[in-house]
Nanobody, 117 residues
Framework: QVQLAESGGDLVQPGGSLRLSCAASGIIFSVYTMGWYRQAPGKQRELVATLTRGGTTNYADSVKGRFTISRDNAKNTVYLQMNNLKPEDTAVYYC???????????WGQGTQVTVSS
């Protein structure tokens, strides 16, 4: 059974930082492209960042220079370091695991990030 367990969401002031974690089980983690997506109230889910098994990253323009995605294959965990947070970053953040060669695609339950003074 595949599980993606996010953690690290919190209430933070504008300009603050958070680090999200996603621990994966039930997959060969090192093979998968790992990603973070977010969904704000009333909006569609959108890509935040992805990281392939080869180390290639892709970021949404809105987070470039502020967010960093990384992975630890030994711990089956992907991280999202978020700096200089803005109110518009408020959303539920979801972890995603996508196999590069087949249709396997998994989601976590999400973790809430709220940026507010």
């Amino acid at each position: 059974q595949v599980q993606l367990a996010e953690s690290g969401g919190d209430l933070v002031q504008p300009g603050g930082s958070l680090r999200l974690s996603c621990a994966a089980s039930g997959i060969i983690f090192s093979v998968y492209t790992m990603g973070w997506y977010r969904q704000a109230p009333g909006k569609q889910r959108e890509l935040v960042a992805t990281l392939t098994r080869g180390g290639t990253t892709n970021y949404a323009d809105s987070v470039k220079g502020r967010f960093t995605i990384s992975r630890d294959n030994a711990k089956n965990t992907v991280y999202l370091q978020m700096n200089n947070l803005k109110p518009e970053d408020t959303a539920v953040y979801y972890c995603n695991a996508r196999h590069p060669f087949n249709r396997d695609n998994y989601w976590g339950q999400g973790t809430q990030v709220t940026v507010s003074s």
